[in-house]
């Protein structure tokens, strides 16, 4: 499957696949989301998925994929502190923010640093209507965060701060995207890389929240660890689909299309969540959507 998988970078069948695979993690991205930020804890919810997807992840890169190179210890080093970072802003824009209204900006504010860091790490080069397509996303994420500035009453006391958490979560997608891309570009089995990631990723936030758990009773824990179960597995598929869809066309692209996520959280929000999302708000998540699927297409 690795042999395949990098036979095919850069071609029209890896494009394909490329685009396929970005889809998939747009809607997983935006189930993951949920998942987080639902009825329990963000913190707790966080530290059960990552200790969840980390310990399942472990035999797997002792045991079964290949060893890492040694120039991937420093490689593995940095994403662990670019991806602690991004998990403690997200948590604490959840904290502060309904899903429906950070979300969007989290998700929206991230491809465009993608593209730009794309450009100067990878040489990525894009065309006036992709860059067209890129400016409706930005559209859609300022005029969402101005409707929510002016129409939303509640936790309107929490609302400003949530967008700013919200919008660093975002650089900090665009730093680990960009990041990672280059990471599993580093290696020779991408397999590898993610096997890895996942165990070395669980550490962190289980460890900060390690006094809250072990003070969880059974009632608290058991709807906790399945929550973190399911995460693990939407984890998986999620940030292992975008991350080999990086790897077989190019960066940019991958990442906003994956933007589409904002329409699944629309949809999450209000179905599951029981949200209230309205036609303004679904309009502009729509836009950032579009933005997207022109980026994607006049590529």
């Known amino acids: 499957m690795s042999n395949w998988l990098v036979s095919i970078a850069g071609t029209p069948t890896g ?8 889809l998939l993690a747009a809607v997983l991205h935006a189930l993951f989301g949920a998942l987080q930020k639902g009825k329990h804890d963000p913190w707790l919810s966080r530290a059960v998925i990552d200790l969840t997807y980390g310990a399942i992840a472990a035999p797997f890169a002792l045991f079964v994929v290949p060893w890492p190179e040694p120039h991937m210890w ?10 602690a970072i991004y998990k403690l802003l997200q948590a604490m824009t959840y904290d502060r923010g309904a899903y429906t209204v950070v979300y969007p900006v989290v ?9 730009i860091g794309a450009g100067l790490v ?12 890129v400016c409706l996303l930005v559209a859609g994420i300022l005029g969402l965060a ?8 509640e936790n309107r ?29 580093a290696t020779a089995d991408p397999f590898t890389f993610l096997a890895w990631f996942f165990m070395l990723d669980g550490i962190f936030i289980p460890a900060l929240m390690a006094r809250r758990l072990t003070a969880l009773t059974r009632t608290q824990a058991i709807p906790l660890f399945k929550r973190g179960l399911i995460g693990a ?16 066309d190019r960066v940019g692209e991958a990442a906003v299309l994956r933007e589409t996520s904002t329409v699944f959280a629309a949809l999450i929000g209000w179905l599951v969540l029981g949200e209230k999302v309205g036609l303004v708000r679904t309009g502009l998540m729509a836009l950032i959507a579009l933005g997207a699927v022109v980026m994607e297409w006049a590529g």
């Open 74 to 83: 420093a490689i593995f080093a940095g994403a662990f502190v670019i991806h």
């Open 15 to 22: 494009q394909h696949l490329a685009l396929a695979l970005a």
């Open 233 to 248: 597995f939407v984890a998986y598929f999620s940030f292992g689909s975008i991350m080999i869809a990086t790897r077989l």
């Open 107 to 115: 998700r929206g504010t991230g491809p465009l640093f993608t593209v």
């Open 146 to 153: 101005a409707y929510n500035l002016r129409h939303l009453t």
């Open 157 to 185: 006391a929490t609302l400003v701060p949530a967008l700013g958490f919200a919008a660093a979560t975002g650089a900090m997608v665009a730093a680990y995207t960009t990041y990672d891309a280059w990471g599993i570009r």
């Open 122 to 133: 990878f040489g990525e080069h894009y065309h006036p209507l992709q860059w067209f397509g």
